[in-house]
Every structure is written in structure tokens, then in C-alpha cells.
């Protein structure tokens, strides 16, 4: 089993940032490729950015130039350092390890990110 423990939410002005770390734990592996995905009320939980053990990163179109994603291998950690944030980019937001056995994901309990004024 793998747990993920996500930390840094929280309310945020309109062109603020902030920062979101998630640390794994139990059967895991550096190998394995961490992302972070978010999902709004009433909508469908999207991918946000993703991060190989090779630090090879993907982002959705909606926060390229804005977020940035990063990992320590050593720490089976994964971090998300959001700038210039948007109301609509509030929604929670969830850690993602991809088992590089099994493919399976696990997922963290999420976090609430709230961009307002």
C-alpha cells in the first residue's frame, strides 16, 4: 500500500501563489512517476502536472508559464509551486503515484485551493 499526504491549501488573492507538497510513504519506489490532478465542484477531476522519476514534467494548457512541478527522488516527494493564480483555479487539489509495478494509482486525501478576492 502507498499513502500520500498532501500539504499546503488554502485561500489565496487572485494573482497570489502558493505551494503544495504530498509525501509518499509505505510500498513505494522513486521510480514511480508523481502528478497532481484537481477537481472543481461539479466537474471531472483534471490533470494539472505530472513529473517523471527523470524529472520529466507535462502540464495542462490552463496552467503552463504558472505552475511548476518538482520532486525529490530521496524523499518520495513531489511539489507544485502555483503563481499568478486565477478563481478558476480553485478546486481541490490531489496527489497522484503511479505503482511502477503495477500501474496502480493511488491518490492523496486532497487539498482545498481557494483564489479569491
Known amino acids: 500500500q502507498v499513502q500520500l499526504v498532501e500539504s499546503g491549501g488554502g485561500l489565496v488573492q487572485p494573482g497570489g501563489f502558493l505551494g503544495l507538497s504530498c509525501v509518499a510513504s509505505?510500498?513505494?519506489?522513486?521510480?514511480?512517476?508523481m502528478g497532481w490532478y484537481r477537481q472543481a465542484p461539479s466537474q471531472q477531476r483534471e490533470l494539472v502536472a505530472t513529473?517523471?522519476?527523470?524529472?520529466?514534467?507535462s502540464y495542462a494548457d490552463s496552467v503552463k508559464g504558472r505552475f511548476t512541478i518538482t520532486r525529490d527522488n530521496a524523499k518520495v516527494t513531489v511539489y507544485l509551486q502555483m503563481n499568478s493564480l486565477r478563481p478558476e483555479d480553485t478546486a481541490v487539489y490531489y496527489c497522484?503515484?503511479?505503482?511502477?509495478?503495477?500501474?496502480?494509482?493511488?491518490w492523496g486525501q486532497g487539498t482545498q485551493v481557494t483564489v479569491s478576492s
Open positions: 497522484n503515484y503511479r505503482s511502477p509495478w503495477s500501474q496502480i494509482d493511488y
Open positions: 509505505g510500498s513505494i519506489s522513486s521510480a514511480a512517476d
Open positions: 513529473i517523471t522519476n527523470g524529472g520529466r514534467t
